[in-house]
């Protein structure tokens, strides 16, 4: 990381640092005194709460880098975006896919109740989507259903076992697993009344979007389109399920290829999700209790007055400096585990297994 970088990640580490670790006391103080009397307050107070953490990161995304989000959808889907419970299924295509979702889920009003599930974490999904079935607001819940980010090196990868196993060959999306999102959909078919398609796409004429160009407020742009479906309409049977998931990857990869083309997304209607000034406010409370708590904790520690305390603060700006560059630098696409396939077999042989466990970052 270049000197000028440092200069700019170190301040932003140590507000999301510290205020992170604030926001984690709360929710401890809570779980042990509120929870045991309300779980429902308790959830309520929480979403409040860990919204005022994720706020921050919107506003890395709005206001500090100016990411422009472009939202195609229909005015219906619009309208109901934060008024239900939805299970939400997006490619992954660049190392920034969750912080957009969760831009979207500011401007839809359930930031704190939005839930992004990871490879590693996919395991325990089914006791988690049990603890959902009587929560008090609406919540988001978003499955990457390729189990990784899209590289070429992986896209290689899922066209030779499309090819070798039969399958349409994929062009801009991978293979998807379909496990989580099938035990998603029989687990949540009571109470989540639809699914949202998400197709991410970045312009031809944009770099694409990296936590490093976030931090040193370098500006692109991010194309989101949304389709909705009914969770009842979706086929009954897990194979039947697991296939409609496919064959909505399918239409997804032809989607982004005319994307390719008019550099936008020539379906849904463009709706202005506008940028809210309600982060810039958050970042700006939490700056100041942290440089008010920062002059205070000198004041009383001296601890600026001795060599001893100079090299303790210095070997705690080197901390936060190595945790944020290894934040960055996992977080970056080519970081991530390659995907591996297990070998199809032959067509005459019966089905082919789906592609092999893939490592999410």
């Not at 979403?47 to 195609?72: H, M, N, S």
């Not at 988001?140 to 980010?149: C, D, Y």
């Not at 990296?210 to 931090?215: A, E, I, P």
């Not at 591996?340 to 089905?351: M, R, S, Y």
Request: hydrophobic fraction near 45%; proline fraction near 6%.
């Amino acid at each position: 990381m270049s000197i000028a970088a440092a200069a700019v990640v170190v301040p932003l580490g140590l507000l999301f640092l510290t205020s992170g670790l604030v926001v984690n006391l709360i929710q401890a103080v809570c779980f042990i005194l509120v929870r045991p009397l309300s779980k429902s307050t308790y959830r309520r107070i929480n979403r409040v709460v860990a919204e005022l953490l994720w706020l921050e990161l919107v506003w890395l995304i709005d206001w500090w880098a100016g990411v422009k989000i472009q939202l195609y959808t229909d005015p219906e889907t619009f309208r109901l975006m934060g008024k239900e419970h939805a299970l939400l299924i997006s490619n992954h295509r660049s190392d920034i896919d969750w912080l957009v979702g969760w831009v979207l889920a500011q401007r839809s009003g359930c930031l704190g109740s939005t839930l992004a599930v990871m490879k590693k974490s996919s395991k325990f999904l089914p006791s988690g989507l049990l603890r959902l079935k009587d929560y008090p607001q609406p919540f988001w819940l978003a499955l990457f259903v390729e189990g990784t980010r899209f590289t070429q090196a992986k896209l290689l990868a899922a066209q030779e076992y499309a090819t070798a196993s039969g399958l349409p060959v994929p062009r801009n999306v991978l293979i998807p697993r379909t496990k989580g999102f099938v035990s998603a959909v029989s687990h949540m078919r009571s109470f989540v009344p639809a699914v949202y398609d998400v197709t991410v796409a970045i312009p031809k004429t944009q770099p694409s979007p990296t936590m490093l160009r976030l931090f040193k407020g370098q500006p692109s742009a991010v194309h989101v389109h949304i389709k909705r479906h009914l969770m009842k309409e979706l086929p009954e049977t897990d194979d039947a399920a697991a296939q409609w998931c496919r064959d909505v990857f399918v239409a997804k990869d032809a989607l982004l290829d005319k994307h390719k083309v008019e550099d936008t997304f020539g379906e849904g209607e463009f709706q202005d999700t506008g940028r809210p000034i309600k982060s810039l406010l958050v970042v700006i409370s939490w700056a100041c209790l942290l440089i008010l708590g920062a002059l205070k904790f000198l004041q009383w520690s001296s601890l600026l007055s001795s060599w001893k305390g100079i090299s303790f603060t210095a070997i705690g700006l080197a901390i936060v400096t190595v945790l944020m560059h290894i934040l960055i630098k996992f977080s970056q696409s080519e970081r991530s585990t390659p995907a591996k396939v297990a070998p199809a077999k032959p067509k005459n042989g019966g089905e082919s297994s789906e592609p092999g466990r893939h490592k999410h970052h």
